[in-house]
């Protein structure tokens, strides 16, 4: 009897949890992924991306039946936390093949990687692939990459340049400082150009058949700081009816033959010769620099285009004479090759290495990051004083107590007492100080980053943000940003919001392994990362936030500026911006211009808006832009007895811990022209694209100034911040044209001028010099 009601009681259970089985979401996405069929899925180019910049994820589907479906990444942010960033929401109304598309930010090396493929409607998983390093079953390929490392990817394949095998990225060598991916399905190029912002250049030979969206995503992302190579040969029809054609601003003319290649081999740097004759493209460039040329024109030319560049040669690398030259894979790389960094960043780490203590700054970026970590009413104790206290209060509950109850009172056993009154105490002011220091208020500092180009009227913005929470919680956070114009009704558009990680090694820093990282709490991004949600801050904690946008605004300053070889610079301009430009300092060729401030007028050393300004009016100096940076000073000293003079030139050390933003961005903006890592100790090749040197280099000025005018509205659980302390600064690139006039300074005839003063210092780099 027990046993019959046993076995019926048994088989209402088993038939209740079937059903509730059945019925539940997770058996339903199941049954609903039988009829979806993987058939490709990348990450990166070819599995290789580098960490803190955004990754492009493609996946090819086949399905038999319509429907909504997300794509989505889960990957670790630089604090260990997992964050899962969805794609919009693709629509698949007819049954076959479909493309989709995605991007992420990793914050850590060797990041395990999950991609998911969600139901749009229910949220429900529908596939799921996942990668971790160092595993036999990844599903997948994914190696990150430090950003000191060069990572080119090739349309087509491009003779002098090797590319990663996919197949043994397993093997790969990490120690490399360049690496190049093979894109042989065209298909799955980005159709974003935040896809692209994990390379550092994209090459093109010979193949230019891009779809018209794939091109409009290369073109913007040249456009906001890009650097695309181009090779074109004897095929020069099959690029001007491409579209590459019709926005690089190189112009074709049609073939040639060239027998004298030399400026080429100087280029490359290699002694070999190229023997035989080249078909060569005819072109010709209105702004740049010629790399190298021949009889009947130039062969090699960079040009800027937006915040980029593009690089253009008038021959083929898979065609010959070059594909039989030694010396192609010098030329190759160094076509590829965008940064400029004095120091290699493996001789760099080397360097670093030997240092007796680290900082924990190397990068420029890091130390505009801690610029923006002191919030106003914070007063942080430094590392060294916590250390000092700690010594005190061993010091205290150690030889005081027992000196206090064995010399001076003389009873030993009164230390049950003292002992626990001194670290009450202690526990009492330590609680005390921390609420009294830390504060009970959701503090934040805001700062504008904004990029204009003149002649394309290409916009690019930065905003960072960094909270400081009174309290542990998760908030949800956005962020909308407008452009720097007078318009009273300025529309906000919304940006693309992630964390912010430091390009270290150290504690919070993305050059970390995720092995042995803590798994934190996790959160999400909204569609297309446009905002956060349940983004988790401890208490007295900091998060720090990036949002990037960029915006097509013509019209916003007119200029008509004439300069010369010797970096003299003549002309007007006027500007349609939100407010005047304050302390601001225009740069061109080798000289940098800037105002004269009178204390008590101010104003009249502004740039205002809607006026013609005259780069030559009063009040206005120019110097060299290395002594200026440097702020070098150079002091005469007359020799006793003899006719000559010795001059001694100091340049003023770099403080890698200041925290001055105008300092720090003036620094980034012109930091080759300041001498590099040579001068400041501090790499940056994490912010390389923020660095105008090269807009210089090909004969742009570059205006570096502040503005007055929030530009950025964050929203904290649908609350605005206060905008009072939010900074901006812009920086506007500026054609010019070339002028073969040289202006010469007439000499003093004042007699007071030709006196000579011993130990006078002047700037370095000074018109006076």
Same mark, same amino acid.
């Not at 204390?599 to 200026?628: F, H, M, T």
């Given at each position: 009897?027990?046993?019959?009601?046993?076995?019926?009681?048994?088989? +209402?259970?088993?038939?209740?949890?079937?059903?509730?089985?059945?019925?539940?979401?997770?058996?339903?996405?199941?049954?609903?992924?039988?009829?979806?069929?993987?058939?490709?899925?990348?990450?990166?180019?070819?599995?290789?991306?580098?960490?803190?910049?955004?990754?492009?994820?493609?996946?090819?589907?086949?399905?038999?039946?319509?429907?909504?479906?997300?794509?989505?990444?889960?990957?670790?942010?630089?604090?260990?936390?997992?964050?899962?960033?969805?794609?919009?929401?693709?629509?698949?109304?007819?049954?076959?093949?479909?493309?989709?598309?995605?991007?992420?930010?990793?914050?850590? +090396?060797?990041?395990?990687?999950?991609?998911?493929?969600?139901?749009?409607?229910?949220?429900?998983?529908?596939?799921?692939?996942?990668?971790?390093?160092?595993?036999?079953?990844?599903?997948?390929?994914?190696?990150?990459?430090?950003?000191?490392?060069?990572?080119?990817?090739?349309?087509?394949?491009?003779?002098?340049?090797?590319?990663?095998?996919?197949?043994?990225?397993?093997?790969?060598?990490?120690?490399?400082?360049?690496?190049?991916?093979?894109?042989?399905?065209?298909?799955?190029?980005?159709?974003?150009?935040?896809?692209?912002?994990?390379?550092?250049?994209?090459?093109?030979?010979?193949?230019?058949?891009?779809?018209?969206?794939?091109?409009?995503?290369?073109?913007?992302?040249?456009?906001?700081?890009?650097?695309?190579?181009?090779?074109?040969?004897?095929?020069?029809?099959?690029?001007?009816?491409?579209?590459?054609?019709?926005?690089?601003?190189?112009?074709?003319?049609?073939?040639?033959?060239?027998?004298?290649?030399?400026?080429?081999?100087?280029?490359?740097?290699?002694?070999?010769?190229?023997?035989?004759?080249?078909?060569?493209?005819?072109?010709?460039?209105?702004?740049?620099?010629?790399?190298?040329?021949?009889?009947?024109?130039?062969?090699?030319?960079?040009?800027?285009?937006?915040?980029?560049?593009?690089?253009?040669?008038?021959?083929?690398?898979?065609?010959?004479?070059?594909?039989?030259?030694?010396?192609?894979?010098?030329?190759?790389?160094?076509?590829?090759?965008?940064?400029?960094?004095?120091?290699?960043?493996?001789?760099?780490?080397?360097?670093?290495?030997?240092?007796?203590?680290?900082?924990?700054?190397?990068?420029?970026?890091?130390?505009?990051?801690?610029?923006?970590?002191?919030?106003?009413?914070?007063?942080?104790?430094?590392?060294?004083?916590?250390?000092?206290?700690?010594?005190?209060?061993?010091?205290?509950?150690?030889?005081?107590?027992?000196?206090?109850?064995?010399?001076?009172?003389?009873?030993?056993?009164?230390?049950?007492?003292?002992?626990?009154?001194?670290?009450?105490?202690?526990?009492?002011?330590?609680?005390?100080?921390?609420?009294?220091?830390?504060?009970?208020?959701?503090?934040?500092?805001?700062?504008?980053?904004?990029?204009?180009?003149?002649?394309?009227?290409?916009?690019?913005?930065?905003?960072?943000?960094?909270?400081?929470?009174?309290?542990?919680?998760?908030?949800?956070?956005?962020?909308?940003?407008?452009?720097?114009?007078?318009?009273?009704?300025?529309?906000?558009?919304?940006?693309?919001?992630?964390?912010?990680?430091?390009?270290?090694?150290?504690?919070?820093?993305?050059?970390?392994?995720?092995?042995?990282?803590?798994?934190?709490?996790?959160?999400?991004?909204?569609?297309?990362?446009?905002?956060?949600?349940?983004?988790?801050?401890?208490?007295?904690?900091?998060?720090?936030?990036?949002?990037?946008?960029?915006?097509?605004?013509?019209?916003?300053?007119?200029?008509?500026?004439?300069?010369?070889?010797?970096?003299?610079?003549?002309?007007?301009?006027?500007?349609?911006?939100?407010?005047?430009?304050?302390?601001?300092? +225009?740069?061109?060729?080798?000289?940098?211009?800037?105002?004269?401030?009178?204390?008590?007028?101010?104003?009249?050393?502004?740039?205002?808006?809607?006026?013609?300004?005259?780069?030559?009016?009063?009040?206005?100096?120019?110097?060299?832009?290395?002594?200026?940076?440097?702020?070098?000073?150079?002091?005469?000293?007359?020799?006793?007895?003899?006719?000559?003079?010795?001059?001694?030139?100091?340049?003023?050390?770099?403080?890698?811990?200041?925290?001055?933003?105008?300092?720090?961005?003036?620094?980034?903006?012109?930091?080759?022209?300041?001498?590099?890592?040579?001068?400041?100790?501090?790499?940056?090749?994490?912010?390389?694209?923020?660095?105008?040197?090269?807009? +210089?280099?090909?004969?742009?000025?570059?205006?570096?100034?502040?503005?007055?005018?929030?530009?950025?509205?964050?929203?904290?659980?649908?609350?605005?911040?206060?905008?009072?302390?939010?900074?901006?600064?812009?920086?506007?690139?500026?054609?010019?044209?070339?002028?073969?006039?040289?202006?010469?300074?007439?000499?003093?005839?004042?007699?007071?001028?030709?006196?000579?003063?011993?130990?006078?210092?002047?700037?370095?780099?000074?018109?006076?010099?």
């Amino acid at each position: 009897m027990k046993s019959s009601s046993f076995f019926r009681f048994s088989s +209402l259970l088993v038939l209740l949890l079937s059903t509730l089985l059945n019925s539940s979401p997770a058996c339903a996405a199941e049954q609903k992924s039988g009829s979806l069929e993987i058939t490709n899925l990348q990450v990166g180019f070819d599995g290789l991306y580098k960490v803190g910049r955004w990754v492009p994820v493609y996946l090819e589907l086949t399905t038999d039946s319509p429907r909504d479906v997300q794509l989505s990444v889960i990957a670790r942010s630089p604090d260990g936390n997992p964050t899962e960033v969805p794609s919009q929401v693709y629509s698949l109304k007819t049954p076959g093949t479909h493309r989709l598309f995605s991007k992420f930010k990793t914050g850590l +090396l060797d990041s395990p990687l999950k991609v998911r493929l969600r139901d749009a409607q229910t949220q429900s998983i529908l596939k799921e692939f996942s990668f971790t390093p160092r595993s036999n079953q990844n599903q997948f390929t994914g190696i990150g990459l430090k950003q000191s490392v060069e990572l080119w990817a090739m349309i087509g394949s491009v003779a002098g340049l090797e590319p990663v095998s996919p197949d043994s990225l397993s093997d790969l060598d990490r120690n490399r400082d360049e690496y190049a991916a093979l894109i042989e399905d065209q298909s799955s190029l980005p159709e974003s150009p935040y896809g692209y912002d994990t390379l550092d250049t994209l090459v093109v030979d010979a193949d230019f058949s891009q779809e018209p969206r794939q091109n409009e995503a290369i073109r913007k992302w040249v456009a906001n700081g890009g650097h695309l190579v181009l090779c074109v040969g004897a095929d020069i029809e099959a690029y001007q009816h491409s579209q590459y054609a019709s926005w690089v601003p190189v112009k074709t003319l049609g073939t040639t033959s060239v027998r004298d290649l030399s400026s080429l081999e100087l280029y490359a740097a290699v002694r070999s010769r190229i023997r035989g004759v080249a078909t060569a493209s005819r072109i010709e460039i209105s702004t740049g620099e010629i790399l190298a040329t021949g009889l009947d024109g130039p062969l090699l030319v960079r040009v800027p285009y937006g915040l980029g560049i593009v690089t253009f040669l008038a021959l083929d690398l898979n065609t010959s004479p070059l594909i039989n030259w030694d010396g192609l894979n010098n030329l190759s790389r160094k076509l590829a090759t965008r940064a400029k960094q004095p120091i290699a960043s493996s001789q760099q780490n080397a360097v670093l290495g030997k240092r007796i203590s680290q900082t924990g700054i190397s990068e420029l970026e890091t130390q505009l990051f801690h610029s923006q970590q002191t919030f106003p009413g914070i007063e942080r104790p430094s590392h060294w004083w916590v250390m000092a206290l700690i010594l005190i209060y061993l010091l205290v509950i150690g030889p005081l107590d027992y000196f206090l109850v064995h010399r001076v009172l003389k009873k030993p056993h009164i230390t049950w007492f003292t002992f626990p009154a001194m670290v009450f105490i202690a526990i009492a002011w330590g609680g005390f100080t921390a609420f009294k220091d830390n504060g009970n208020a959701l503090l934040s500092t805001q700062l504008n980053v904004v990029d204009y180009d003149v002649s394309a009227g290409q916009m690019r913005g930065r905003f960072y943000l960094n909270l400081y929470s009174p309290e542990t919680r998760r908030y949800q956070v956005s962020v909308k940003s407008s452009v720097p114009s007078q318009s009273k009704d300025r529309p906000h558009f919304p940006t693309y919001l992630n964390w912010n990680g430091l390009p270290e090694s150290t504690f919070a820093g993305m050059y970390r392994s995720a092995e042995g990282t803590i798994t934190g709490p996790a959160y999400q991004f909204s569609e297309q990362s446009t905002g956060i949600e349940n983004l988790p801050v401890l208490k007295w904690g900091t998060k720090s936030l990036l949002a990037e946008w960029n915006q097509q605004q013509s019209d916003l300053v007119t200029s008509n500026l004439t300069g010369n070889n010797l970096g003299q610079l003549s002309g007007t301009l006027t500007h349609q911006f939100s407010s005047s430009l304050k302390d601001w300092v +225009l740069a061109y060729g080798n000289r940098v211009y800037l105002p004269v401030n009178n204390p008590e007028q101010l104003d009249q050393s502004y740039i205002p808006a809607n006026q013609v300004w005259s780069i030559n009016g009063p009040r206005i100096e120019s110097r060299n832009i290395k002594g200026y940076l440097t702020r070098s000073v150079s002091r005469r000293i007359e020799q006793k007895g003899q006719n000559n003079a010795t001059i001694v030139t100091v340049q003023t050390d770099y403080n890698p811990f200041a925290k001055n933003a105008y300092e720090i961005l003036k620094i980034l903006t012109f930091h080759e022209m300041s001498g590099g890592y040579g001068y400041t100790g501090l790499s940056n090749i994490s912010g390389e694209q923020l660095d105008l040197t090269e807009q +210089l280099r090909l004969g742009r000025a570059v205006l570096f100034a502040r503005l007055d005018t929030p530009l950025s509205v964050a929203e904290l659980d649908q609350n605005q911040l206060e905008q009072e302390h939010q900074d901006t600064y812009i920086r506007v690139v500026i054609p010019v044209s070339i002028s073969v006039d040289i202006q010469y300074e007439l000499p003093s005839l004042d007699k007071e001028d030709k006196e000579t003063k011993d130990q006078q210092d002047t700037p370095s780099g000074s018109d006076n010099e």
